[in-house]
């Protein structure tokens, strides 16, 4: 079906297709799920819109109430479209250290920014909104890194898609951020083919981003549960950079750099398929497009400038 | 060849400011063991109980050690070990 009662309604049935020139082998082969075809053009809306019509079948989201959300931009992004849509204001709490598109969209969409600094990276984030949300009881805080509607989402949605259009899955690669997409579509996956591998790709950004003042102040989302993964790889810029490039050059995708970190695992899971002869599906996420990433240099001169510009800056 | 180590910026006043430094072991357990003994009090940043820090990750290749077997995860000369502080994505 391609028409809607409004754009919220066409959220999620989201395309998968196939990476032709990017897989190793007629057996081993790689399926992109373009989540960047949602009403905002990220896989977060898909977990904004749970996470609202939860709490308000709940009763905690009332007419003309207040959101507040720490993110880096996609999830406010989304909770501004759905909030403004149904008459809630929004106030999100972002790091300084994002790209200025995320900034303009959300004003655009009519939220507040707060900005938390830069090297805090999102913890200070967290940190801030949960300080804000106590000063101010009233607000409405959902809190996508500990809200079960964000990983039911995926549950409901983003992984039964999956499986109704690749049955022959063999792995699901995403990236790892609040866990909500591999906790919920990884869980569903997991039930429906027990033999499934889950792999996480987590970015590695510069070391401003790691500044805490101690471990303790380290942040694990309430969501993850390690045993809905089989493994779990961290990759860095140049890597995420290389892969983003790559999926335009040789498939003609245009997405966002944290893509480039998850097809980087998700060719790493096909190389092992391939030395193993074993024949292989593997479905992976297209988070969001590029355009929120152009001012950051990403996607202009070499590799090498590229990753200079991205050096301090929250990219995923 | 040894290890090659990339030590968070908090936990560099262990290692003098050093970014990176080269240990070595068969295991991480030991590799940390390697760690502790040139760099003092390295050890009791990343494990308590007998267990990673709960806020630290570890990777050996860019792989997270809590799925190859944590302290037990085996390592070889000129694998990469990165140490990072849990932070928040999304």
């Avoid at chain 1, 290389?242 to 097809?263: D, K, N, P, Q």
């Avoid at chain 1, 024949?279 to 969001?288: G, Q, R, S, T």
């Avoid at chain 2, 940390?32 to 290749?61: C, M, P, W």
Wanted: net charge negative.
């Amino acid at each position: 079906m391609a028409r809607f009662d409004s754009l919220v309604d066409s959220l999620g049935g989201t395309p998968l297709v196939g990476l032709p020139r990017l897989s190793p082998s007629p057996e081993v082969r790689l399926w992109a799920k373009l989540e960047d075809r949602n009403p905002t053009g990220s896989i977060k809306d898909r977990a904004a819109l749970y996470m609202i019509e939860a709490a308000e079948k709940e009763g905690r989201l009332q007419p003309g109430a207040t959101l507040l959300e720490p993110t880096s931009g996609n999830t406010g992004i989304s909770l501004a479209m759905v909030a403004r849509q149904r008459g809630y204001q929004l106030i999100c709490v972002m790091p300084e250290n994002t790209s200025i598109e995320r900034r303009q969209l959300l004003e655009m969409y009519g939220a507040r920014i707060v900005f938390s600094p830069a090297a805090g990276g999102s913890n200070q984030a967290v940190a801030m909104a949960k300080a804000l949300l106590t000063q101010n009881p009233e607000l409405v805080m959902l809190y996508q890194y500990g809200n079960e509607a964000n990983a039911r989402a995926h549950y409901d949605g983003t992984g039964p898609e999956i499986l109704a259009d690749l049955p022959t899955i063999t792995h699901f690669v995403a990236g790892l951020g609040t866990t909500g997409t591999l906790m919920g579509a990884g869980r569903y996956l997991r039930e429906k083919v027990p033999s499934i591998q889950v792999v996480a790709a987590e970015p590695r950004y510069g070391e401003l981003v790691y500044g805490l003042r101690n471990i303790d102040e380290g942040f694990v989302p309430e969501l993850y549960d390690e045993t809905v993964l089989t493994t779990r790889f961290s990759v860095g810029p140049r890597e995420a950079l290389r892969r983003t490039r790559e999926l335009v050059e040789f498939e003609g995708i245009f997405a966002g750099i944290s893509t480039g970190a998850i097809l980087h695992a998700a060719l790493a899971m096909a190389d092992k398929a391939l030395a193993a002869g074993t024949p292989a599906d593997i479905a992976l996420v297209v988070c969001d497009g590029g355009w929120k990433y152009l001012s950051t240099g990403a996607y202009a001169g070499t590799l090498e400038e590229a990753e200079a510009a991205l050096e301090g800056q929250l990219w995923a | 060849m040894a290890i090659e180590v990339r030590i968070p910026t908090i936990l560099r006043t262990h290692t003098g400011g050093a970014k990176t430094v080269q240990g070595s072991g068969d295991t991480l357990g030991t590799l940390i063991d390697d760690l502790d003994a040139q760099h003092s009090g390295l050890k009791g940043r990343l494990v308590t109980e007998g267990a990673l820090h709960r806020f630290v990750n570890v990777y050996v290749n860019d792989e997270d050690v809590r799925f190859t077997g944590a302290l037990d995860t085996a390592v070889k000369d000129g694998d990469a070990v990165t140490i990072l502080p849990a932070v928040a994505g999304g």
